[in-house]
């Protein structure tokens, strides 16, 4: 199973909320694509005995600076300037969910970062019908595509490494454990 749905859709209000503050959404967008293009490499680091996993993290860190390049125009053009980082309380939350041991601790960051990019993939997707701006809503549909691959390729690297039962079993507990992060939060003008 490389695709699945996500346990608590994103409050509506979720999209009023990103609008409202914009600025702010794309400076943790910009984030978010840096800290993502990081992880992977950090991945690649962590995991040379794994060819596909290195192959796959590598096109995906490429990926992800290109999409932070992209959100830097948008910010550039708009006056704006990075951060310095803040903790993001969502992805906090997860990881506090990853098992320790060798080989718990690669299943579980590969299931939570596919839920990271899958919850990416239904935030952008709203964001992106919510706009007005052509070439914004342009935009924020094809990150919605892109984070789609991301999320089946978390997916398809853990069905790789580990049995199909064993996937399935742990990332119908994430998939619990994300819920209850997601409603437990406030609403941000922030991608999670």
């Given at each position: ?13 979720w ?13 943790d967008h910009a984030a ?15 995991y040379?005995d794994?060819p ?19 959100v ?22 997860l ?20 839920i ?29 595509n892109a984070?789609?691959?991301h ?9 790789r ?29 922030a991608?999670?």
């Amino acid at each position: 199973m490389e695709t699945y749905e996500l346990r608590c859709a994103t409050d509506p209000a979720w999209v009023d909320v990103a609008k409202s503050d914009f600025d702010r959404f794309l400076i943790d967008h910009a984030a978010c694509e840096r800290k993502a293009s990081a992880l992977a490499m950090s991945m690649v680091q962590h995991y040379p005995d794994k060819p596909e996993l290195v192959q796959g993290m590598i096109d995906l860190a490429l990926e992800e600076l290109a999409h932070f390049r992209e959100v830097m125009k948008l910010m550039i053009k708009r006056g704006l300037r990075q951060f310095n980082d803040e903790k993001d309380p969502y992805i906090n939350a997860l990881l506090t969910h990853v098992r320790r041991g060798h080989a718990e601790y690669l299943l579980d960051r590969l299931l939570v970062f596919s839920i990271v990019e899958r919850r990416g993939h239904e935030r952008f997707y709203l964001i992106g019908q919510a706009l007005e701006d052509e070439k914004l809503k342009d935009f924020y549909v094809r990150l919605a595509n892109a984070e789609h691959r991301h999320y089946t390729l978390f997916m398809r690297l853990a069905h790789r490494y580990f049995d199909n039962e064993v996937v399935s079993q742990r990332l119908d507990e994430l998939l619990d454990i994300e819920a209850e992060i997601i409603r437990s939060l406030p609403l941000r003008a922030a991608v999670h």
